[in-house]
């Protein structure tokens, strides 16, 4: 079963706009994690939030966590063309510690 | 480094083929595991492994098999291959576990006529 869920399913923007994504999930969690997926390729790794933590940043992104509403989200700034691509939350929980659950993904288009 | 490396990049069988799928990484990282992509389905854990020598379930273990004997090599075979397998099948690793960011492969494209 899908642990975490992305909302919305497809975004659309102009470049310099700003993206926003949100994550949710069910169940208590030891960090959640952001991917990308450029068409055609494999998953690379953005960013991790520890459950103990509420905001991170790396670069252009920004990324919330919110334990009491479940709830995570990909705030990426000044977006490129170069930005377009599916974008997936990840978490890993406590009750098993070996899996990672990835939800269904956002695609985000960036229009130049 | 060469990363997490997958092979075939793509495959067409016939049903009741079999096939392993190659997933290698040169990274030294202990925990590996092989998700598939099917459209509106998000990733989804086939298998993993902590180390060599131990695999486990994931969420869909049904239809394949796994075997760690090194920590490279982390194969995936189809035992008898179903329509309902075609799909992209993805590999990653990581050092440790989970808890740490995963590196993937670019995938394997597999079509089971």
């Known amino acids: 079963s899908q642990q975490g869920e992305e909302d919305p399913q497809a975004l659309s923007i102009q470049e310099g706009e700003n993206a926003t994504m949100n994550c949710s999930y069910k169940?208590?969690?030891?960090?959640l994690q952001w991917y990308r997926q450029n068409s055609g390729r494999g998953l690379v790794h953005l960013i991790l939030?520890?459950?103990?933590?509420r905001e991170k940043h790396s670069g252009r992104l920004r990324v919330t966590l919110d334990t009491s509403k479940k709830s995570s989200s990909l705030l990426i700034t000044a977006s490129r063309a170069a930005d377009t691509a599916s974008y997936f939350c990840?978490?890993?929980?406590?009750?098993?510690?070996?899996?990672?659950?990835f939800g269904k993904g956002t695609l985000l288009t960036v229009n130049p | 480094n060469a990363g997490v490396t997958q092979t075939p990049k793509f495959q067409v069988l016939k049903t009741g083929q079999s096939m392993t799928l190659q997933c290698a990484q040169d990274?030294?990282?202990?925990?590996m595991s092989w998700y598939r992509q099917d459209p509106g389905m998000g990733l989804r854990l086939i298998h993993y492994?902590?180390?060599?020598?131990?695999?486990d379930q994931g969420e869909v273990p049904n239809g394949y098999n796994v075997s760690r004997s090194t920590t490279e090599d982390f194969p995936l075979r189809l035992l008898s291959a179903a329509p309902s397998q075609t799909s992209v099948y993805f590999c990653?690793?990581?050092?440790?576990?989970?808890?740490?960011?995963?590196?993937f492969g670019d995938g394997t494209r597999l079509s089971i006529l």
């Open positions: 990840a978490t890993s929980s406590g009750g098993s510690n070996y899996k990672l659950t």
């Open positions: 169940t208590s969690i030891n960090n």
């Open positions: 939030i520890r459950s103990n933590e």
């Open positions: 990274m030294n990282h202990e925990y």
């Open positions: 492994s902590v180390g060599a020598g131990i695999t």
């Open positions: 990653a690793s990581s050092y440790v576990g989970p808890n740490q960011p995963q590196h």
